[in-house]
């Protein structure tokens, strides 16, 4: 691990990119950590948070519906820069929001933004994949997970301090606009142009079942995101202080997990990941459901995040990849799974508890996990691991 993240680092135009998934869960943390809080100010409930929370996914949706457009007449570099600024903006409204309308719409412009921020850095990494002939979007993945682990690390020490997260934010996102200043001139070196305007035939089944992986995955990350918290604090009666940590160990699991996950995926191929991966996170979900006790539970959290870790990166870099699609419509294609799962497993969490507990519904991603690891057995293009040249985009046919 300390050798591949060695050999990162040299690189300066993938570290400066590596930052920019940092920065995503920096402040998605943040975020984590303020959830309680919001449905306490704004006076939701497990079903009416739920159902909030549809909004993001709607408005990534609505992003999936821009990324051509916007793709195509503006460089992936400048859209780098100014898309996290708009993140770090965005953020800071939606924590400190001072009514329901205010945090809906600040839900929905989070998701879009945050599906556009996604196009642009994963395909990016593609992108530097090719030119260097190495892997490397594990290893960025991995700098996602770091920053929540220290998002959350972060936000308990805040707590202990006193400091709500209405003001964490704040000194959050003050540290990301000073290294995107810094490393303004690697992102924006990036001035290509990364969709041709063509148009997008049916997917395959093959590509459809990509999509269904990351549905699965995207809901399993959401929900831990989500309801962790609340699940730690309200159905195990966690104090205040620790209520982070389920979300904290998660990210750890990802962060280890992905830093090794590159070499990882080249010793043992895409589809045994992916499977055994699977396997584990839904071993991990079921630790969590018959938890009695929040260490317990912290654990089967820890277990999801190493199960989860690989999935993720195996599955964008082969979205980069599907043959005579541009990058764009391929992570499209692909996300879209991921933002039906972001779109209905919230939400879904949140009407299964109101009727019955957050233990049963937590139970859901038990199943799903397992229905994953058996699809993902069946794919086949899961075994294609060789790192393709990218073809001009005025040549591709979809």
Not at 5 to 24: D, E
Not at 310 to 333: D, H, K, N, Q, W
Request: aromatic share 12%; glycine share 10%.
């Amino acid at each position: 691990m300390i050798k591949n993240i060695a050999s990162f680092i040299k690189l300066k135009p993938a570290l400066a990119v590596g930052f920019l998934f940092s920065a995503s869960s920096l402040v998605f943390g943040t975020w984590v950590a303020a959830i309680p809080g919001i449905k306490h100010r704004l006076g939701f409930t497990d079903a009416t948070l739920g159902l909030s929370l549809l909004l993001s996914p709607l408005g990534a949706l609505t992003g999936v519906a821009l990324s051509t457009k916007i793709f195509r007449s503006l460089s992936v570099g400048r859209w780098m820069v100014l898309g996290y600024v708009s993140l770090c903006i965005i953020m800071i409204l939606q924590i400190n929001s001072v009514n329901r309308l205010m945090f809906w719409a600040c839900l929905y412009c989070f998701g879009m933004n945050g599906f556009l921020n996604g196009v642009s850095v994963n395909t990016t990494v593609g992108y530097l994949e090719t030119k260097y002939q190495r892997r490397m979007m594990s290893t960025c993945h991995g700098l996602y997970s770091l920053g929540g682990g220290i998002s959350a690390g972060l936000a308990t020490i805040f707590f202990a301090l006193h400091l709500s997260p209405r003001w964490q934010i704040f000194f959050v996102t003050a540290a990301i606009f000073a290294v995107l200043f810094l490393n303004r001139r690697h992102l924006l070196a990036h001035d290509r142009i990364i969709h041709s305007g063509s148009g997008l035939k049916f997917p395959s089944l093959s590509i459809l079942s990509i999509s269904f992986l990351c549905m699965v995955l995207f809901m399993s990350e959401g929900c831990v995101a989500d309801w962790s918290a609340i699940y730690l604090h309200e159905s195990l009666h966690g104090t205040k202080e620790i209520m982070g940590l389920g979300y904290a160990g998660f990210s750890a699991a990802m962060t280890i997990g992905r830093f090794n996950g590159d070499n990882i995926i080249t010793r043992f191929g895409s589809k045994r990941v992916v499977i055994t991966g699977a396997s584990l996170a839904a071993t991990g979900f079921l630790v969590v459901v018959l938890a009695s006790h929040v260490a317990i539970a912290i654990c089967g959290y820890v277990l999801v995040g190493f199960g989860c870790c690989c999935i993720v990166p195996v599955l964008f870099s082969a979205a980069t990849r599907i043959p005579r699609v541009s990058a764009v419509e391929g992570f499209a294609m692909v996300t879209t799974g991921g933002l039906i799962g972001f779109l209905t497993g919230p939400s879904l969490i949140g009407f299964i508890s109101q009727k019955i507990n957050l233990s049963t519904a937590l139970s859901l991603l038990v199943l799903l996990m397992i229905t994953a690891a058996i699809v993902a057995w069946k794919n086949k293009f899961l075994g294609e691991e060789q790192l393709r040249p990218e073809p001009p985009y005025d040549e591709q046919i979809y």
